[in-house]
């Protein structure tokens, strides 16, 4: 090292590429020469196929340092204009408890976990889970919930398909939905049903009694905000043996009798107002809960109890034997990645705010809504009902757009999309003197109306505006867990108690492969939180979104030059999502074309269970295509299939690098052949991070790819979502994007329908895939693709000693991930990939993924972002849990005294006074020096899955329950 630098080489000290690379140059040389290579480029030219690497850099920009960066973000993010938004229409602005955005929202121990597949170092989220369904199934007045959904516009299509599935009237084909739901949702489920086939009747809600239908779903309160009984409705409904869904408001529902106790048979909605920000859309969580009779139909995840082998509660994800992993096209849904972060941070708020706080909160809103219904009655304004919570429809007539241009000359939104009227909704930041405010425009000054005076009013006559017989009777939140937390002090801990069960990325490497758990840089996170983003109103005039419409269109740009596409849509809100709005654009091309008939989705058999499970959303037939020995698509099989359904082929859905971790040197081949069978390509983009740079689908020739932002592009999994999943087209495939019903998000897209209830998806955490692009530029991006191959192919080698690499590619390399092989070992000593990816628990280590997309292994994807010693540590772990396994096998152990049979090890194993194992605590604790000075304790020892599935408890347990243990 020299003294004597210029001053660029000093700037350049501080680039952010280094930063988020995990090896040094020196590292990468290390790492090179271990596989026979000189240079980065040389080991990509020994590992990718030459016909597909790209030909001129990716046009994106230099790297840049993160003080430019947040600089230049700070003042496209101040063109949002903050304006006082009472626009409503399921997104409510709402107060979020610091304890709460500090603790959980921007602490990485919360939002870089991924989907608790290893429940023994997750159990703090799924505890938070389950309070979360808890919550939800108390405030519904049903009995089973999910761990979230995806939107309330997903979570009513839904509905629509969990009633297909369960109603008794097969011979109906229409879907009954209330015209007075919010009209994002009604287009959603429309969107959806075309595809499925089915009919949508759309007509006021008195209607749903004569109709012959197999589900409706109706709004409580309605989108104008009217509260009716939807008692004799929804048993009219299920008298023909329809199941009868109701949207409803979160926060209401402390106030107003429960939609289970009016019947329902699902009760869906968001919970976003319970502390989550509007993000201009999301991300939110949506609710969903049904009868316990339609709990093996319902979509999403479920964290159940179970037991561990102590005989202690834990938790799980329950009855996974719906979920699109393992039913693929006969799941329930595609949903994968949902919305974990955002679920606990409103049951965090629900337990922050306890029952009677909740309450006190709905009152308030309601109270400010009375006063204001009341004054503006008063003076001479006409309501479109006489029920409200927080909601009411004024009809205004020809004085509309007036009205609308003194409200916005005021920085205030109203509703604006309904004839003749405007809507106003009052949320939790709403205050007195807004209310003032409001009477001055609406009214004009000098109105002389006095918010305490109407207020005395209203409290001495007991003006209600909710109907008596829909007053909330029952209790809800009666849990423990929801009446303790109320002090700062207490809520602080249990946050961080439940945070300190689960392992993260910030205690070490989690090497899921498929899932890309890199560095989430707390640069590309910081500006989530701003105001500017956080604040806004999805359905704001768009003008006043300049920040975000500029941030959105950068990013969309730079995302169209890394995939070789011409168009992109940015409203998909998980990969599963973009998944189906890509075939939804393929399916609506074949119709232009006049190829209706065209349904065959080819779908190799490696493939992410979300893609036959989309495929089937798209009404699609999936025809499997087998992989050859090699791992490859094989491709005989392929053309022999292709030639069968050739006049009736949709498309072929296919991951690349493959998703058994290999470029695959017939791609191109393979969209040759399906284009000539007028068929297009579906290139699943999860695996973008061994392509950004060096290849692209567009270069490659496939017409449509989703990009899950949460996997490639930095967006953290919080432990399970909320991910974004953007998709990019080729400029034939670009008329067939999603639109939006509410906000014009672009003219030649019009009439195609939403995917999503928000017209930009959750535009919220699309900052922190633009400060990461931003941040590396063009060359930096290449670097990181570079490196994460190289770190894959490095652990590759390292392991290969030890445990055999199921599949590689040309010169014996593989992509940014590597699947090791532990069948042999199984059949050898009986030691499966399951004591394995749990003995690395007690080594401080998240396993691998487990059995997917070949049972008995685990694919390994370290990533560009893990440091080699990190790298070098985990394969250690690896190494020395073989050496274990030889000890079973040579008869040392036995199959049920092992250390790996009984792992993960907890301090419960430490202090047990009756220890008779024929191993050491030490080693089952502390098998290795390192993992003792950074232990991480799994707080449960193995759980049993099928107890949890046989004896099924999706809500909280009783204390006594704890304390009979
Ligand atoms: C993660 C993944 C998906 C699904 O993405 P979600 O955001 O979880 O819906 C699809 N395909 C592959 C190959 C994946 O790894």
């Given amino acids: 090292m020299t003294d004597n630098l210029s001053l660029q080489q000093l700037e350049n000290n501080d680039a952010f590429v280094q930063r988020h690379i995990g090896p040094d140059e020196a590292e990468q040389q290390h790492m090179l020469a271990t596989l026979g290579a000189t240079s980065l480029d040389e080991l990509i030219a020994q590992t990718v196929p030459e016909n597909i690497l790209l030909e001129k850099p990716m046009q994106i920009g230099d790297a840049q340092t993160e003080e430019s960066v947040l600089g230049y973000l700070k003042q496209v993010a101040s063109q949002n ?28 121990g919360w939002y870089t976990a ?41 979570a009513a299509a839904e509905a629509m398909a969990l009633s297909k599935r369960v109603s008794k009237n ?22 959806r049903a075309e595809m499925f086939g089915f009919e949508v009747l759309v007509a006021p809600a008195k209607d749903a009694a004569d109709a012959d239908v197999f589900g409706a779903l109706f709004q409580y309160p309605s ?66 809960a049904t009868r316990d009779k339609f709990k093996r139909s319902l979509p999403g995840r479920i964290i159940g109890v179970s037991q561990d082998t102590r005989g202690n509660q834990a938790l799980r994800m329950a009855l996974q034997t719906r979920e699109q992993h393992i039913r693929r096209e006969k799941a329930n849904s595609n949903i994968c990645t949902a919305q974990v972060l955002l679920a606990n941070m409103a049951v965090f708020y629900a337990i922050y705010h306890g029952p009677e706080g909740l309450k006190q909160i709905a009152q308030r809103v309601n109270r400010l809504t009375t006063i204001l219904a009341t004054g503006l009655q008063a003076k001479g304004f006409e309501l479109a009902h006489d029920t409200w919570f927080d909601t009411i429809t004024l009809n205004v007539g020809d004085k509309k757009s007036a009205l609308v241009e003194k409200a916005l000359a005021n920085e205030i939104n109203f509703r604006t999309d309904l004839d003749g009227q405007i809507g106003i909704s009052v949320d939790e930041t709403t205050s007195a003197s807004d209310i003032a405010q409001l009477f001055d425009v609406l009214i004009g000054e000098g109105h002389g109306l006095d918010i305490d005076a109407i207020d005395a009013q209203i409290t001495s006559e007991s003006i209600s505006s909710i109907p008596a017989e829909l007053v909330r009777q029952s209790d809800f939140l009666t849990n423990e867990v929801f009446n303790t937390h109320h002090s700062e002090t207490e809520m602080l801990r249990y946050i961080k108690h439940l945070e300190s069960k689960d392992l993260a990325l910030n205690h070490s490497m989690i090497s899921l492969g498929s899932c890309t758990m890199k560095l989430n840089a707390t640069a590309e996170m910081i500006p989530v939180t701003w105001p500017e983003f956080a604040s806004l109103h999805p359905f704001v005039p768009v003008d006043q979104a300049k920040g975000y419409q500029q941030m959105i269109t950068e990013l969309s740009d730079w995302l169209v030059e890394a995939t070789g596409y011409d168009a992109l849509s940015m409203q998909p809100n998980s990969g599963a999502q973009g998944e189906y709005a890509g075939l939804l654009a393929i399916q609506k091309y074949h119709e232009s074309r006049g190829d209706t008939h065209r349904n065959v989705c080819l779908i190799p058999s490696s493939a992410h269970g979300t893609n036959p499970a989309s495929a089937q959303m798209a009404s699609m037939k999936v025809v499997v295509v087998k992989c050859d020995a090699k791992g490859n698509v094989d491709m005989d099989d ?19 690098p493959s998703t058994h971790g290999v470029y695959e040197e017939t791609i191109r081949e393979i969209c040759d052949l399906v284009h000539a069978h007028g068929g297009q390509v579906y290139m699943d983009g999860a695996n973008m991070n061994a392509q950004v740079g060096v290849t692209s689908p567009g270069f490659i020739g496939s017409d449509v790819s989703h990009l899950n932002l949460h996997k490639t592009f930095c967006i953290p999994h919080g432990g399970g979502g909320p991910g974004m999943g953007p998709i990019g087209v080729k400029s034939h495939l670009a008329p067939f994007l999603p639109d939006h019903p509410v906000i014009n998000v672009d003219q030649t897209t019009s009439g195609n329908g939403a995917v999503s209830a928000a017209p930009w998806g959750s535009a919220g955490i699309l900052p922190i895939s633009w400060v990461y692009i931003a941040l590396m530029g063009g060359q930096g991006l290449r670097k990181a693709t570079q490196v994460a191959i190289l770190s894959a192919n490095y652990m590759a080698k390292r392991l290969e000693e030890h445990f055999p690499i199921l599949y590689t590619g040309r010169n014996d390399k593989v992509a940014h991930e590597c699947i090791i092989d532990l069948r042999p070992l199984k059949e050898a000593s009986g030691i499966t990939e399951m004591d394995v990816a749990k003995r690395l628990m007690d080594y401080g280590f998240h396993a691998p993924t ?57 301090m419960a194993d430490l202090v047990d006074a009756n220890w008779s194992r024929n191993y050491s605590r030490e080693l089952a604790v502390f098998p290795t020096a390192q993992a003792a000075t950074n232990k991480f304790w799994p707080t449960v020892n193995r759980i049993d899955d099928v107890y949890g599935d046989r004896n099924l408890v999706c809500t909280c347990p009783s204390t006594e329950s704890y304390a009979e243990e």
């Fill in 114 to 154: 991924y989907t608790p597949y290893q429940p023994e170092i997750a159990q703090g989220r799924l505890q938070s889970l389950l309070n979360y369904q808890q919550m939800v199934v108390d405030l519904t007045g049903l009995e089973m919930a999910n761990a979230s959904l995806l939107d309330e516009g997903t």
């Fill in 850 to 906: 487990m059995s997917f997309p070949v049972a008995g292994t685990l694919m390994v994807e370290p990533t560009e972002s893990e440091p080699l010693s990190e790298i070098d540590r985990f394969v250690d772990a690896l190494i020395a849990i073989r050496k274990e396994i030889a000890q079973v096998e040579s008869g040392e152990w036995t199959l049920e005294d092992n250390p790996l049979h009984n792992a993960p090890h907890t």
């Fill in 638 to 656: 392929l053309r022999e299939k292709a030639e069968q359904v050739s006049e009736n082929l949709s498309c072929i859905m296919i991951t690349y």
């Fill in 223 to 288: 989108t104008t905000g009217e509260i009716t009984d939807l008692t004799d409705l929804i048993a009219a409904v299920q008298a023909k043996k329809g199941i009868a869904s109701v949207a409803a408001d979160i926060l209401s529902l402390t106030l107003l009798k429960a939609p289970g106790e009016l019947g329902a048979d699902v009760v869906l909605g968001s919970s976003q107002r319970f502390g989550v920000p509007l993000g201009y859309g999301g991300p939110h969580a949506a609710f969903f």
């Fill in 81 to 108: 204009k903050l304006y006082k938004s009472y626009i409503g229409m399921g997104y409510s602005d709402t107060l979020v408890p610091n304890v709460i955005l500090r603790n959980v929202m921007e602490n990485p």
């Fill in 170 to 191: 097969k011979k109906s084909n229409v879907y009954f939905i209330a015209d007075d739901v919010h009209p994002q949702t009604i287009n959603v489920v429309k969107t």
